[in-house]
């Protein structure tokens, strides 16, 4: 099977614009969760999506937010963007539920000028 | 919510040589472990990974224990070599519905010296 897909690979906003991302899951996966990666604060949980549902959501303001699709893959979207939103975001899908183990994508690296 | 940390930040260990990382997290609740391992700008891998019903864990050279009382796990590599080197993340989480996804530790820096 594929691997989790993400596009694009990397981006460079600048502070105020918005920005999505995208993540397809491994075929047969219905959960995808979305994590941040920043050296200072490591890997974060941003929130998970289950059969087009939002089931669980970290601690992260709502500029952050999310949606998943019938086939499962899944958007990320950060509004008004801040030079302390430059990270990696990285999906990640897990089976019939988050349960399972997760496999992660390459990741979006973006830079916020 | 879950608290994971994780030590030491940076390891070095000869070619060879064991290496052990430990981790402590704070829910009781928390029932799945997963080790990841990164190399440097290459996506987090899952190297293995531990559930609360049992203790302890192998995959060849790769092993994870799991004290439920004490609140920690454990990462051991026995006979290291060069391409271990790598930042190791252990992690914790609740799957039993409702949680905060994974909370990972801060990283391990694995560095095997030849």
């Known amino acids: 099977k594929a691997g989790v897909t993400q596009t694009p690979r990397y981006l460079i906003k600048t502070r105020g614009q918005q920005v999505t991302l995208s993540c397809s899951p491994i075929?047969?996966?219905?959960?995808v969760s979305w994590y941040q990666q920043t050296p200072g604060q490591g890997l974060q949980f941003l929130f998970e999506?289950?059969?087009?549902?939002?089931?669980n959501k970290g601690n992260f303001p709502g500029r952050f937010s999310g949606r998943q699709f019938s086939n499962s893959r899944s958007e990320m979207n950060v509004s008004t963007l801040e030079l302390g939103d430059s990270a990696l975001y990285l999906c990640?899908?897990?089976?019939?539920?988050?349960?399972?183990?997760?496999?992660f994508g390459p990741g979006t690296r973006l830079l916020v000028l | 919510g879950e608290n994971v940390e994780q030590h030491p930040s940076t390891l070095s260990v000869q070619e060879g040589d064991s290496a052990v990382i430990k981790c402590t997290y704070s829910?009781?609740?928390?029932?799945?472990f997963p080790w990841y391992k990164q190399e440097l700008g290459k996506r987090p891998q899952l190297i293995i990974d531990?559930?609360?019903?049992?203790g302890e864990k192998k995959d060849q050279r790769i092993a994870v224990t799991l004290n439920k009382t004490a609140k920690h796990f454990s990462l051991h590599i026995t006979e290291t070599q060069p391409e271990d080197s790598a930042v190791y993340f252990c992690?914790?989480?609740?799957?039993?519905?409702?949680?905060?996804?994974?909370?990972f530790g801060k990283g391990t820096h694995l560095i095997i010296q030849p």
């Open positions: 531990i559930r609360s019903n049992v």
């Open positions: 992690a914790a989480m609740y799957s039993g519905g409702g949680a905060d996804g994974l909370t």
């Open positions: 990640a899908s897990s089976g019939e539920s988050w349960q399972e183990t997760q496999y």
């Open positions: 829910d009781s609740a928390s029932n799945y």
């Open positions: 075929s047969g996966h219905r959960s």
């Open positions: 999506y289950f059969s087009e549902t939002q089931r």
